[in-house]
Structures are given as structure tokens and as C-alpha cells.
T-cell receptor
Framework: DAGVTQSPTHLIKTRGQQVTLRCSPK?????VSWYQQALGQGPQFIFQ???????QRGNFPDRFSGHQFPNYSSELNVNALLLGDSALYLC?????????????FGPGTRLTVT | ELKVEQNPLFLSMQEGKNYTIYCNYS?????LYWYRQDPGKSLESLFV?????AVKQEGRLMASLDTKARLSTLHITAAVHDLSATYFC??????????????FGKGTKLSVKP
């Protein structure tokens, strides 16, 4: 059973460019969340998608947007890249397990903005 | 606003010694998670704690939860070098029900030396 997969693994972009990151959830999972982890910090919640809609959003600007497809996979788009957007971007998928939702994290995409 | 604080942030231990990592959180939550992260890697789920007094153990690691004190501990027994990693606690946000996002602490970087 494949776990959460993300692509690409690494990415280098220039300030002002746009980037798209992709995530395929674990089999049977219908909810995808995106997190940004800056170097030396804990992950910060960006947003969550369920039933192809953004259900929750963290404290991130509108430059960060996303999409969920009918097969539950998801994309994270970042426009007008800033140097501060350099981070590890983690995708987590989840589904209901009884009374709670356990989130499984993908390997991440390392984004470097120069 | 839900905040999660871990301490210590850095921990250097000798092999064979015991130590405890603390995780305090600011508002009520119905679930607390512990994750391990190796350098450059994603998050590996260690424990999910769902109720007051919950205790879970896996090998040399034991996690407990006191919801009244809003405190979780991760106890390390007879540390070995393989435990060297960064450990994060994360608390489930109650926004939107139990599907809510995770709020992470800053992590505890553990180094176990011979």
C-alpha cells in the first residue's frame, strides 16, 4: 500500500516565479492538508482540502492557493515567490479513524527560492 | 489561539541515561500527537494520545497525556544513539471538529552520545 507521495522532491525557483507542488494521498484517504516547515521550525498549517473544497486555512497570504481533484490528490500553488518561502512543504492525508483523524505525512518537497 | 510549547528545544544525552521532553498547550484539545523527524526527512508518527491519563509505550519511548494540566511528556529510557532525531508534539485544533489541523511545537532536537 503506497503511502503519501509528493512531487517533486526538490525544486529551485527564482524570486517572483510561481511554483506548483503535488500530493497523492494514502489509499483510502479523502482529506489532504498542507504544511510549511521552515528550517529549524515546526510545521505550520497552510490549508486543508476535503471534497475538493478548501475547508480550513492557516495564516498564509493569498499567494498560497490549492486544489483537490476528484481522485483526492492535491496541488499547492505559490505565486510571486519570496525568499522566505524557502522551506520543506509537507502534505498530509487523513481519514476518519473512529473518533479521530490520524494524519500521515508525505516525504515533502524542498523548495529553495533564490 | 492554540499554542504549543516544547522544552527543552535542545537535548544532549549520554547513552543509557533517562530524560523527559515536555509539551504544554494553551487550550483544550481532544488529541495530541508525537512525531519523530530525522534530518531532511518527513515526519514519522510515534504516538496518538486521545484521553486524559493516556499512556503509550513503544520500545524506549513512553508518552503520556494530562489534559487537565494541558501537558504531555515523552520519556526516554536508557537512550541509544538511534534515538537521535528531532521530536515534535502536535495538538489537534478543534476548529471544524476533529478533522482540524495540527498545531506543532518547535521541536526538541535530541542528540544521544556514547
Amino acid at each position: 500500500d503506497a503511502g503519501v507521495t509528493q512531487s517533486p522532491t526538490h525544486l529551485i525557483k527564482t524570486r517572483g516565479q510561481q511554483v506548483t507542488l503535488r500530493c497523492s494521498p494514502k489509499s483510502g484517504h479523502d482529506t489532504v492538508s498542507w504544511y510549511q516547515q521552515a528550517l529549524g521550525q515546526g510545521p505550520q498549517f497552510i490549508f486543508q482540502y476535503y471534497e475538493e473544497e478548501e475547508r480550513q486555512r492557516g495564516n498564509f497570504p493569498d499567494r498560497f492557493s490549492g486544489h483537490q481533484f476528484p481522485n483526492y490528490s492535491s496541488e499547492l500553488n505559490v505565486n510571486a515567490l519570496l525568499l522566505g518561502d524557502s522551506a520543506l512543504y509537507l502534505c498530509a492525508s487523513s481519514t476518519r479513524q473512529g473518533f479521530f483523524w490520524e494524519q500521515y505525512f508525505g516525504p515533502g518537497t524542498r523548495l529553495t527560492v533564490t | 489561539e492554540l499554542k504549543v510549547e516544547q522544552n527543552p528545544l535542545f537535548l544532549s544525552m549520554q547513552e543509557g541515561k533517562n530524560y523527559t521532553i515536555y509539551c504544554n498547550y494553551s487550550t483544550t484539545s481532544d488529541r495530541l500527537y508525537w512525531y519523530r523527524q530525522d534530518p531532511g526527512k518527513s515526519l514519522e508518527s510515534l504516538f496518538v494520545l486521545l484521553s486524559n491519563g493516556a499512556v503509550k509505550q513503544e520500545g524506549r519511548l513512553m508518552a503520556s497525556l494530562d489534559t487537565k494540566a494541558r501537558l504531555s511528556t515523552l520519556h526516554i529510557t536508557a537512550a541509544v544513539h538511534d534515538l537521535s532525531a528531532t521530536y515534535f508534539c502536535a495538538v489537534g485544533s478543534n476548529y471544524g471538529g476533529s478533522q482540524g489541523n495540527l498545531i506543532f511545537g518547535k521541536g526538541t532536537k535530541l542528540s544521544v552520545k556514547p
